[in-house]
């Protein structure tokens, strides 16, 4: 036992040896604290990958325009390949014999819907000037295909009674036949048509045109609400947490002891029925409901005893969200306003993806078959070269999405990492916003397209997982469903690992310059040396998030509502203030996104600053007096446990 313990001692001081050795290889590369800006490009074959990626990404987009024909999705096509809207003379995929000209008749009509909905592919539709408005027996009404007589033998097979229907997106719809409906089908009908009616549409949008100025005022007020909330969090963080924690662990006393009380009186009352059956259920449900007390009960040891031995990572979390509070309103609008930049250029890749995804699902090879002795358009069918075209425009959606959240990222990080390590009697340079984009932007677009690549790849494999889950589902194969709902469980995890490598890997590329790859090291060396800190700050500055969005949201929504009831002219005031609440969901997303980003850059500078700096007069720490306070104070009081 004495050997392998000293075994045991040996590998933890060659450990703790191993992590001084890349410490103090960190210092000596970086000796200055603060943002390194003696740095060159990182990453550049990444970059390169990713720039040749978008050439293939652009020759997809130009054989979908090319080949594509978005109108086939517009408007539809017939059972013989045609599409309804269109002039199909010259259309080179469909047979000679079968080419109509449809320029006139823009509505598809579909013999049987009931067959469609089926998943019956041999379903016959035509393209119509007009939908029939009438539901009809009479054989001169009939509905048949092109250039057939309407006579009895042709019934239900070349020729089908038409129904009422309405054009919605170019295809006839079903409309609803007085004589055949019931009268509980009757009245939901007239309900939805006072509903959707056109007097209460028209309603709605009045009622957004009146009310655009306080739709205007409080969307860009959800701003100010949002700036408010950082003044209350860089004063009242602490308060604000702690009365979270007493609450919730009032509420679980609370219930612990509602259950433990029911379940007693409930075993108690089956126990004094004499002579009679047992209530079996009251019996269960009494007994279920005490063991659950007793869990409840050791659930509520467990955040007690967390609570008392993490009070000190807590009151450290608390003082990292202040700071981020101080630093973003010291860039406010800058800060916040950088944000539109990448989701502005991600709107663009949302509708570059979807329409050339679209353009390259209409470039397919239609496919024919035989019913009846006529040949019947069963659709496109995507050859191997298309399918591989489109899975290349969803990884690169998923790389470039990644890379543009990567950017916003790094830049907001190396703001924030401005601010705090100007902190030594010097003062914070102008632009520090546009000053780190500009360093990113040069040196570091290599090292993001690595991180997004690495996570867009497992993000990749998820889809695939899951549209192979899909596929198998109604099928007997539930035990390829069941590996399949793992594999995805595995992925999910490790995504969410990946994601957190990233986020790390981007702090300490907005820092120091480095590489995706050390970065990533560098980060996940700080981690490791502050597991319960990390993991500390994470819940809280989540919980916080949480209640910064809910807070932005539920004033503005506040102002607003009292503001839209004193306005005569909006009469359903509840519809633009639904839209109010959406766009303040928004904004409250963008601020608590940039502010989740300032509290992990504190937080790793801190925890840099700390291991740097000792508080002497040759190694001054660079922190705020906050922090310094705090580090200083850490020593005493039983609950600073590290």
């Known amino acids: 036992m004495s050997c392998m313990r000293k075994h045991e001692d040996d590998k933890e001081v060659e450990m703790e040896g191993g992590e001084k050795e890349q410490k103090k290889r960190h210092f000596s590369k970086f000796p200055d604290p603060g943002v390194n800006t003696n740095r060159k490009c990182r990453d550049i074959f990444c970059l390169l990958l990713f720039t040749i990626f978008w050439g293939g990404m652009f020759i997809c987009a130009a054989y979908g325009i090319q080949m594509g024909d978005l109108t086939r999705l517009q408007y539809g096509d017939d059972y013989l390949g045609n599409t309804c809207g269109k002039n199909n003379t010259n259309t080179a995929y469909i047979p000679q014999e079968y080419r109509r000209d449809f320029s006139t008749a823009p509505n598809l009509y579909i013999f049987s819907p009931l067959e469609v909905a089926a998943n019956i592919f041999e379903t016959k539709r035509i393209c119509v000037e007009s939908c029939p408005n009438k539901t009809s027996l009479l054989l001169s009404d009939l509905m048949c295909t092109y250039g057939e007589r309407k006579n009895i033998t042709n019934v239900f097979r070349r020729c089908w009674p038409p129904y009422a229907s309405v054009p919605i997106f170019n295809r006839c719809v079903p409309g609803i036949v007085v004589n055949a409906t019931t009268q509980l089908a009757s009245e939901a009908s007239t309900a939805l048509s006072n509903i959707f009616s056109l007097d209460v549409v028209q309603q709605l949008l009045s009622d957004l045109e009146a009310s655009w100025r306080v739709i205007l ?28 924690i007493f609450t919730g662990l009032f509420l679980l006393v609370g219930f612990t002891a509602m259950m433990w009380y029911t379940g007693t009186n409930l075993v108690n009352r089956v126990s004094a029925v004499a002579g009679a059956s047992p209530l079996l259920s009251e019996e269960v449900l ?13 659930l509520t040891i467990i955040f007690i005893l967390v609570t008392i031995f993490n009070c000190y990572r807590i009151q450290l979390a608390c003082t990292v969200a202040e700071e981020a509070s101080k630093a973003l309103q010291s860039m406010f609008l800058g800060i916040l306003s950088f944000p539109l930049v990448p989701f502005f250029f991600l709107a663009i890749l949302v509708a570059f993806w979807i329409i050339f995804s679209l353009l390259l699902v209409t470039a397919a090879t239609p496919t024919y078959s035989t019913v009846d002795g006529v040949q019947v358009f069963q659709g496109y069918t995507l050859n191997n070269t298309l399918k591989g075209m489109v899975l290349y425009l969803l990884f690169g959606f998923l790389w470039t999405m990644n890379w543009l959240l990567g950017l916003h990222d790094v830049t907001v990080a ?21 000053r780190s984009f500009g360093r990113t932007i040069r040196y570091s677009m290599g090292s993001i397209a690595f991180g997004s690549l690495i996570l867009a790849i497992v993000q990749f494999i998820r889809i695939m997982l899951e549209y192979l889950r899909q596929t198998l589902k109604g099928k007997e194969n539930r035990l390829a469903r069941a590996i399949l709902s793992c594999m995805q469980c595995v992925l999910a995890c490790f995504q969410r690992f990946i994601e957190f490598i990233n986020k790390n890997a981007y702090v300490m590329i907005a820092i120091y310059g480095y590489s995706f790859c050390n970065g990533a090291k560098r980060g996940w060396e700080i981690t490791a040396s502050n597991p319960l800190r990390i993991a500390t700050l994470t819940c809280i500055s989540n919980f916080c998030l949480f209640l910064g969005k809910i807070f932005i949201t539920l004033t503005t929504l506040g102002i607003a509502f009292l503001w839209l009831k004193e306005l005569p002219s909006v009469k359903f005031f509840y519809f633009p203030l639904a839209f109010i609440g959406i766009v303040a969901w928004l904004v409250a997303s963008m601020v608590m996104s940039v502010y989740d980003m300032a509290i992990h850059t504190i937080l790793f500078c801190f925890l840099e600053d700390s291991e740097r700096n000792d508080g002497s007069a040759e190694k001054p ?20 446990c590290c």
């Open 217 to 244: 005022v409080c969307c860009v007020g959800s701003l100010a609400v949002g700036w408010i909330w950082l003044l209350l969090m860089r004063f009242f963080a602490g308060v604000m947490v702690w009365f979270t």
């Open 621 to 640: 720490y660079r922190m705020t007096q906050s922090l310094k306070i705090f580090l200083e104070g850490a020593g005493g009081g039983c609950c600073c």
């Open 286 to 298: 009494g007994k279920t409901i005490l063991y659950t007390s007793y869990a409840l009960t050791a």
């Open 414 to 434: 190396g703001a924030i990492a401005d601010w705090y390590w100007s902190y030594s009697g010097e003062k914070l340079r102008n632009f520090p916003v546009a």
